[in-house]
């Protein structure tokens, strides 16, 4: 901070003003008392020779009138004590000395005194008898001439004799040697003393504060935190303190705001442009820089369209200066050109500044480069509408071009959709992987495309997966379109069975075909695709590799088992529900078991076979739910019946591949007390087909807490005599079909076979389907310890009423 000399602080510069403010004061005060006490002495003094005279005057005429002459001199010595009273002496009305007191001796200057009295002056005054006093600053005295009487007759006189009186009175200005020098060095000294207290205190009241806040000044100058001055003043320095504390604070918030702002602004991945309203440049942040790869020197000053790439729309520019003419912000899509001469897109907001007036000053454009966003847009919209593999348009596409098929369709004209659906994809992925599976789709659909390149306008798509699609507009009459279609259907299909190499390995694939003629049904396009799927459903049914035309019955078909599957749901949750038995026996009628099944009460179709409801619930995990309520009724069924009695539980593969399986049987069992032995599971042949050894573990984890297993169906499905010594089988079961077979020496073999195999392997043997006696009698000559199942001994009946006949 800079220095002052002495002269330039303001202690000195507020003291010695009012120092010298103070005597000039004092001067000016002094002069108007002393005027003040000079014209009352000068008063004073006259009213003093007044009453002198007139008691002179008295005495004089009563001399003159007694003819007393002899006491003048004793008047006149009388007058002369008064110590003002220089001369004094009578005169006759001539102006010739009557009378004086000792002049020649006492005061020699009478005489002069009385020749500087003009006689013009004594002749008035012996004539108009006015006594008159004069004061004479050049000797420094009052004059008073006073007419007295010359005789005793008053009457006569004309002419007066006149008593003179000189009487000295000093009516200059002080001289120092009359200022009392004493009592005037007192007083300066207070009034130094009282120069130096005010100093002093002018120092801690003002001056330090004051040095403190120009120091804090020099500090806010330079951005030093400050604080508030020690100690509290009531005063304009407190007040001016706490402002520039505050300002300092207020000021160092609107600098974070505004380095926030700034720091926002440079470092905005946006192009920041900010021009005049002249249209040029003051200024670009880091971003513009990084996307135009111009720096800030080289467009500073110039005009924005420096960037113009020149395919921005001229309609574009129009409605940006239209709204920018009227105040408004204006938003939109620009093309513009690097320094590179590279192009890019912006999305640009452009706003009016305006000053606290409400005046626009410049215009702030905020530019987002949108280039790889419609880059990324474009393959969005791509793959919203075509497969990413084979490039085919996809399923939405399909329906918007199906869509323009029907509505540019003509009267009485026909189109076709066709669905291809590859038969055994998915068991190609499991054993190759879905990398070699992805070549094969590729290798079908470029077969596919150049099977159907002849056919005009034509659309060749991908619906997902390896559900291929093929869409014919409407251009031929019913009749021709459905022959026309089916010939280039087979066409396809032959292509498509023909074998195919697929890195360097052969192999060969089929497909089954789904079409639908359009508008037969006057359905909307996402309708028409789904009947095309449901008649490729069908034709996956009847064995694949083959064309289905699509018939509304089979979608009451597919409708009908999904509402089976709903209901089906709820009858889970409604009691709908109830388990029948079957009991299994010798050929002698000892009851020696049960067989669960499952019965549905439908409140309107009536008793629901299983056979419907089975085998819908087995293409869902719907299967494990309605197999787990059935396992739990049958052991809280099982804990009712007699204790040499078994139950036999059928099991779904679903159901038994689940994790919890062995778990939720378990611990059934142990809630309910009921001895394991007596639960026999019943799985069919079907269940070893995968994942073989975990099936094995699981059954021989049950097997070891007592549960029996059997195996249903027995010969009919997945034939592996494998597999029979290393499960822990108890029982098989001869399947109706075997038992039917019965009377025909043939298939009689097959019975034998099987109970032969269940003698040698040590397992129960079970009959089941028998409903005649002579296979009670073949099946009872084959082996005595067989067991008997079927209509012949006793239906199927409700458990509890079979409750109530054993009891």
């Given at each position: 901070?800079?220095?002052l000399r002495?002269?330039?602080r303001?202690?000195?510069?507020?003291t010695v003003?009012?120092v010298?403010?103070?005597?000039?004061?004092?001067g000016?005060?002094s002069?108007?008392?002393?005027k003040?006490q000079?014209?009352?002495?000068?008063?004073?003094a006259?009213?003093e020779?007044r009453?002198?005279?007139?008691v002179?005057?008295?005495?004089m005429?009563?001399?003159?009138?007694?003819n007393?002459?002899d006491a003048?001199?004793?008047?006149?010595?009388?007058?002369?004590v008064?110590?003002?009273v220089?001369?004094?002496a009578v005169l006759?009305?001539?102006?010739k000395f009557?009378a004086?007191?000792?002049?020649?001796?006492?005061d020699?200057?009478?005489?002069a005194?009385?020749?500087?009295?003009?006689?013009q002056t004594i002749q008035?005054a012996s004539?108009?008898g006015v006594t008159?006093i004069t004061y004479?600053?050049?000797?420094k005295h009052?004059?008073?001439?006073?007419?007295v009487?010359?005789?005793p007759?008053l009457?006569?006189?004309l002419k007066?004799?006149l008593?003179?009186?000189?009487?000295?009175?000093d009516?200059t200005?002080?001289?120092?040697?009359?200022?009392?020098?004493n009592e005037?060095?007192?007083?300066?000294?207070?009034?130094f003393?009282?120069?130096?207290l005010?100093?002093?205190g002018?120092q801690?009241v003002?001056v330090?504060p004051?040095?403190q806040?120009?120091r804090?000044?020099d500090?806010?100058?330079k951005?030093?935190?400050?604080?508030?001055l020690?100690?509290?003043?009531?005063n304009?320095?407190?007040?001016?303190?706490?402002?520039?504390?505050?300002?300092?604070?207020?000021?160092?918030q609107?600098?974070?705001?505004l380095?926030?702002?700034s720091?926002?602004?440079?470092?905005?991945?946006?192009?920041?442009v900010i021009t005049?309203?002249d249209?040029?440049?003051e200024y670009?942040?880091?971003?513009?820089?990084d996307?135009?790869?111009f720096?800030?020197?080289?467009v500073?000053?110039?005009?924005p369209?420096?960037?113009a790439?020149?395919?921005?729309?001229a309609s574009?520019?129009?409605a940006?200066?239209?709204?920018?003419s009227?105040?408004?912000?204006?938003?939109g899509?620009?093309?513009?050109?690097?320094?590179?001469?590279?192009?890019y897109?912006e999305?640009a907001?452009?706003?009016p500044?305006?000053?606290?007036h409400?005046?626009?000053?410049?215009y702030?454009a905020s530019?987002q480069n949108?280039?790889?966003?419609?880059?990324?847009?474009?393959?969005?919209?791509y793959?919203?509408y075509?497969d990413?593999?084979?490039?085919?348009?996809?399923?939405?596409?399909c329906?918007?071009?199906l869509?323009?098929?029907m509505?540019q369709?003509?009267p009485?004209k026909?189109?076709?959709?066709?669905l291809?659906d590859?038969?055994?994809?998915?068991?190609i992925?499991?054993?190759r992987g879905?990398e070699?599976g992805d070549?094969?789709?590729l290798a079908?659909?470029?077969?596919?495309?150049?099977?159907v390149?002849?056919q005009a306008?034509?659309v060749?798509g991908?619906l997902?997966g390896?559900?291929f699609?093929?869409?014919?507009?409407?251009?031929s009459e019913?009749?021709?379109?459905?022959?026309?279609s089916k010939?280039m259907?087979?066409e396809?299909?032959?292509?498509?069975?023909r074998e195919?190499m697929i890195?360097?390995e052969?192999?060969t694939?089929t497909?089954s075909a789904?079409m639908?003629?359009?508008p037969?049904?006057?359905?909307?396009?996402e309708?028409?695709?789904?009947?095309?799927e449901?008649a490729?459903?069908?034709?996956?049914?009847s064995?694949g590799n083959?064309l289905?035309v699509?018939?509304p019955?089979?979608?009451y078909?597919?409708?009908?088992?999904?509402e089976i599957?709903r209901?089906?749901r709820?009858?889970l949750t409604?009691?709908?529900?109830?388990l029948y038995v079957?009991?299994?026996?010798?050929a002698n009628?000892?009851v020696v078991?049960?067989e669960?099944l499952c019965?549905?009460h439908h409140p309107?179709?009536g008793?629901?076979?299983?056979g419907v409801?089975?085998?819908i619930a087995?293409?869902?995990?719907?299967?494990v739910?309605?197999?787990?309520?059935i396992?739990?009724?049958?052991i809280k069924?099982?804990?009712k019946l007699?204790a040499?009695l078994?139950l036999a539980?059928?099991i779904?593969p679903?159901q038994?591949r689940?994790y919890?399986?062995?778990?939720?049987i378990e611990?059934?069992?142990l809630r309910?007390?009921?001895e394991p032995?007596r639960?026999?599971l019943?799985?069919?042949e079907?269940l070893f087909?995968e994942d073989?050894?975990?099936i094995a573990l699981?059954m021989k984890?049950?097997k070891q807490?007592?549960v029996?297993f059997s195996?249903?169906?027995?010969?009919?499905?997945y034939?592996s005599?494998g597999y029979?010594?290393?499960?822990p089988?108890?029982?098989?079961?001869?399947?109706?079909s075997f038992?039917?077979?019965?009377?025909?020496?043939h298939k009689e073999?097959?019975?034998e076979?099987?109970?032969s195999?269940g003698?040698?392997l040590?397992?129960?043997v079970v009959?089941?389907?028998?409903e005649?006696?002579h296979?009670v009698?073949?099946l009872q000559?084959?082996?005595?310890?067989?067991?008997?199942?079927g209509?012949y001994?006793?239906?199927?009946l409700?458990?509890?009423e079979?409750?109530?006949?054993?009891?």
């Amino acid at each position: 901070m800079k220095s002052l000399r002495c002269w330039q602080r303001i202690s000195l510069q507020i003291t010695v003003p009012i120092v010298v403010i103070a005597l000039i004061i004092l001067g000016a005060l002094s002069y108007y008392l002393i005027k003040a006490q000079q014209e009352e002495a000068y008063q004073r003094a006259e009213l003093e020779l007044r009453s002198m005279v007139v008691v002179a005057q008295g005495s004089m005429n009563r001399i003159f009138a007694i003819n007393r002459f002899d006491a003048l001199a004793e008047l006149l010595s009388e007058i002369h004590v008064h110590p003002q009273v220089r001369h004094a002496a009578v005169l006759d009305s001539d102006g010739k000395f009557m009378a004086f007191y000792n002049a020649n001796i006492v005061d020699p200057s009478i005489a002069a005194f009385i020749q500087d009295v003009p006689e013009q002056t004594i002749q008035n005054a012996s004539r108009s008898g006015v006594t008159q006093i004069t004061y004479h600053p050049e000797h420094k005295h009052f004059v008073a001439i006073v007419p007295v009487l010359t005789g005793p007759d008053l009457e006569v006189e004309l002419k007066r004799n006149l008593l003179l009186i000189s009487y000295a009175h000093d009516n200059t200005w002080y001289k120092p040697s009359s200022i009392a020098m004493n009592e005037l060095v007192v007083f300066l000294t207070i009034l130094f003393m009282l120069g130096i207290l005010l100093w002093v205190g002018l120092q801690v009241v003002i001056v330090r504060p004051v040095t403190q806040l120009v120091r804090k000044l020099d500090r806010f100058a330079k951005r030093d935190k400050i604080e508030l001055l020690p100690g509290h003043r009531y005063n304009e320095l407190n007040l001016l303190d706490e402002a520039l504390v505050n300002a300092a604070q207020a000021r160092e918030q609107y600098e974070q705001r505004l380095n926030k702002l700034s720091s926002a602004v440079e470092q905005s991945s946006d192009s920041i442009v900010i021009t005049n309203l002249d249209a040029q440049i003051e200024y670009v942040n880091q971003a513009f820089t990084d996307i135009t790869g111009f720096s800030a020197e080289e467009v500073v000053g110039k005009n924005p369209k420096i960037l113009a790439s020149g395919n921005t729309p001229a309609s574009t520019y129009e409605a940006m200066w239209s709204a920018l003419s009227q105040g408004k912000i204006w938003q939109g899509e620009l093309y513009n050109r690097r320094k590179d001469g590279s192009e890019y897109r912006e999305w640009a907001t452009i706003s009016p500044l305006r000053d606290e007036h409400g005046n626009i000053t410049h215009y702030l454009a905020s530019k987002q480069n949108i280039t790889e966003k419609r880059a990324a847009e474009a393959q969005l919209n791509y793959l919203a509408y075509y497969d990413v593999l084979t490039g085919l348009p996809n399923r939405a596409k399909c329906l918007e071009l199906l869509s323009q098929f029907m509505q540019q369709r003509l009267p009485r004209k026909f189109g076709a959709v066709v669905l291809f659906d590859l038969d055994g994809l998915q068991r190609i992925n499991d054993v190759r992987g879905f990398e070699f599976g992805d070549k094969v789709l590729l290798a079908i659909s470029e077969r596919l495309a150049s099977t159907v390149k002849h056919q005009a306008d034509a659309v060749l798509g991908n619906l997902g997966g390896d559900l291929f699609g093929l869409l014919l507009p409407a251009n031929s009459e019913r009749e021709h379109m459905l022959a026309h279609s089916k010939v280039m259907v087979q066409e396809v299909l032959d292509e498509i069975s023909r074998e195919l190499m697929i890195s360097d390995e052969s192999l060969t694939i089929t497909a089954s075909a789904g079409m639908v003629m359009y508008p037969e049904y006057k359905d909307t396009p996402e309708a028409i695709i789904r009947h095309a799927e449901t008649a490729v459903h069908q034709a996956k049914e009847s064995g694949g590799n083959q064309l289905v035309v699509y018939n509304p019955a089979y979608s009451y078909q597919l409708e009908q088992r999904f509402e089976i599957e709903r209901e089906l749901r709820e009858a889970l949750t409604l009691n709908q529900l109830e388990l029948y038995v079957q009991p299994q026996q010798h050929a002698n009628g000892e009851v020696v078991g049960l067989e669960v099944l499952c019965r549905w009460h439908h409140p309107e179709r009536g008793i629901v076979p299983p056979g419907v409801f089975i085998e819908i619930a087995e293409k869902s995990d719907l299967i494990v739910e309605l197999g787990d309520w059935i396992l739990s009724e049958a052991i809280k069924l099982l804990n009712k019946l007699p204790a040499h009695l078994t139950l036999a539980v059928n099991i779904s593969p679903r159901q038994f591949r689940k994790y919890d399986f062995v778990f939720k049987i378990e611990r059934m069992l142990l809630r309910s007390g009921v001895e394991p032995h007596r639960l026999i599971l019943e799985v069919t042949e079907n269940l070893f087909v995968e994942d073989f050894e975990d099936i094995a573990l699981k059954m021989k984890t049950l097997k070891q807490s007592g549960v029996q297993f059997s195996i249903d169906d027995f010969g009919t499905g997945y034939s592996s005599l494998g597999y029979l010594n290393q499960l822990p089988l108890d029982e098989l079961k001869i399947d109706k079909s075997f038992v039917d077979g019965i009377g025909d020496h043939h298939k009689e073999k097959l019975v034998e076979t099987v109970i032969s195999m269940g003698r040698h392997l040590e397992l129960r043997v079970v009959a089941e389907g028998v409903e005649a006696e002579h296979q009670v009698q073949y099946l009872q000559e084959q082996s005595a310890d067989i067991i008997c199942q079927g209509y012949y001994f006793a239906k199927p009946l409700p458990a509890i009423e079979f409750i109530e006949r054993l009891k």
